[in-house]
């Protein structure tokens, strides 16, 4: 059983459409993160949280400590959102934990 | 600007090769990661260095040896032992023992 868990695996919205990518984690954790990969392969850290929710432009990170659970919200997705996006955690011990991704795709 | 970099973007090699995939960074961190990437997998660590000349053993190393001659540098050599090699190869950085993670662009490898 993996660590980190995503859904869905794939995703094809409508440009304009509000986005919610889940993920639910069974370790323990100090931080979980939000990542966008692009079609290139380089990853970009999005988010880093402990609590609470996040908000940057358009994307918004929420984290339930308690379910060991989070989200990640696009709201009025564009074709540039087009990316994977991974959840990844991390502990004390720096040990991290990636999901397999989130493929998205967002059509004009 | 402060950031990673990995070169070649695209490497293809032939079986029974050794080859070496760089990684640099100049953002003063003392931590350094190489992850591989596999389609519908999660990143697995192969080797990690948290101060020059040391580096420990991630989950898949087997085939795989690194250096870390320098803070700036953490080059990756997948060597003939490795059984899949072909895939997509990240390096990471880190202050030492911080959670925030900066991710070079990756290098394809592909070996036929």
């Known amino acids: 059983k993996n660590e980190v868990e995503q859904s869905p695996q794939n995703l094809t919205a409508q440009e304009g459409e509000f986005i919610t990518i889940n993920c639910s984690y069974s370790?323990?954790?100090?931080?979980l993160h939000w990542l966008q990969q692009h079609p290139g392969g380089g990853i970009v850290s999005l988010f880093m949280?402990?609590?609470g929710k996040k908000k940057h432009g358009r994307l918004i990170a929420t984290i339930n400590i308690q379910e060991k659970h989070s989200s990640l919200h696009i709201t009025a997705s564009h074709p540039r959102d087009s990316a994977v996006y991974i959840c990844a955690v991390g502990n004390t011990g720096n040990q991290f934990y990636f999901g397999t991704g989130t493929s998205l795709t967002v059509i004009p | 600007d402060g950031g990673i970099t990995q070169s070649p973007k695209y490497l293809f090699r032939k079986e029974g090769q050794n080859v070496t995939l760089s990684c640099e960074q100049n953002?003063?961190?003392?931590?350094m990661y190489w992850y591989r990437q596999d389609p519908g997998q999660g990143l697995r660590l192969i080797y990690y260095?948290?101060?020059?000349?040391?580096?420990q053993k991630g989950d898949i190393a087997e085939g795989y040896s690194v250096s870390r001659e320098k803070k700036e540098s953490f080059p990756l050599t997948v060597t003939s032992a490795q059984k899949n090699p072909t895939a997509f190869y990240l390096c990471?950085?880190?202050?030492?023992?911080?959670?925030?993670?900066?991710f070079g662009p990756g290098t394809r490898l592909t070996v036929t």
């Open positions: 953002l003063n961190h003392d931590a």
């Open positions: 370790v323990g954790i100090s931080a």
């Open positions: 949280l402990s609590s």
């Open positions: 990471a950085s880190s202050i030492e023992g911080g959670l925030r993670k900066y």
């Open positions: 260095s948290q101060i020059v000349n040391d580096f």
